[in-house]
């Protein structure tokens, strides 16, 4: 049997604290029995603060102990904090990465092909923006997985998608610049597309929130709505293209 670990945390109607779910998730990963109690309100979670003197939430308890918030949890377990003063080379990493497989990419079509097509261009054009969106995800993946949780359907369910979208998105627009594994490129995006794209309709045009979009990044005030969903929706119908040309 493992260790009890109990957590209170904020699950609203028009938010969901990221932080919880991290909290919930890892405390799962590391295989506690854990015990998720949802303050439902504003005046729930005041409430709740107030009796027991914090000043945040979640809050985690282990074995009857209250071991505190996030960043907490992870130093009770050992696991690397992340100091926002640290200098940090992530972004240009991103940055250069992306562009050198980018750049080998359509080296490899260029080969194959020999030529720039009409539709191709077309192709390239979508495979670019959807690497320079990834880009913008992975300058600070923390930030983006902390916003992305906020609405995004399936990373609530299973944390660790939030850290999958931006490197699934990056690789399947560099694999169609290339035109190789074209089949594992569609299908990544179909999926993250697909869900994506449902995520934002819900959160947006049918929950009417009022939301940051992750899709440039963790730090934007883009709001989520008709950008986030066409960056989904052109993944869908990039996806669906490629498996026509397959078919036919």
């Known amino acids: 049997m493992g260790q009890e670990a109990t957590i209170y945390r904020m699950v609203m109607k028009d938010h969901i604290c990221p932080f919880g779910l991290k909290a919930k998730d890892l405390l799962i990963r590391e295989g506690f029995n ?7 309100t504003r005046d729930e979670t005041d409430a709740y603060m107030r009796q027991e003197g914090v000043e945040t939430t979640p809050q985690v308890f282990i074995d009857g102990k209250r071991i505190g918030g996030y960043d907490d949890l992870r130093r009770y377990l050992g696991k690397p904090l992340r100091d ?18 980018m750049a080998m990419a359509m080296a490899i079509s260029y080969f194959a092909h020999g030529a720039l097509f009409s539709f191709q261009m077309v192709k390239w054009f979508i495979a670019f923006s959807m690497c320079i969106l990834a ?22 369910k299973v944390v660790r998608y939030a850290y999958f979208y931006p490197f699934a998105e990056a690789v399947s627009g560099v694999l169609m610049i290339a035109g190789v594994l074209t089949g594992l490129a569609a299908s990544l995006a179909l999926f993250i597309g ?41 993944m869908v119908c990039m996806a669906v293209w490629i498996i026509g040309d397959a078919v036919m």
């Not at 854990?34 to 439902?40: G, I, K």
């Not at 923390?142 to 990373?155: P, W």
């Not at 994506?196 to 929950?207: D, L």
Request: proline share 3%; charged share 20%; net charge negative.
């Open 34 to 40: 854990t015990h998720d109690h949802w303050l439902r």
């Open 84 to 101: 926002p003063e640290a200098v940090t080379y992530q972004p240009v990493i991103a940055v250069f990465a992306v562009a050198a497989a």
């Open 135 to 156: 880009i913008l995800k992975l300058r600070d993946l923390e930030s983006f997985s902390n916003m992305f949780l906020g609405y995004d359907l399936l990373a609530r």
């Open 194 to 234: 697909a869900v994506g794209a449902y995520s934002v309709f819900k959160a947006v045009y049918i929950e009417k929130r009022d939301l940051k979009c992750a899709c440039v990044g963790g730090d934007s005030n883009v709001p989520l709505g008709f950008i986030s969903l066409t960056e989904n929706l052109m």
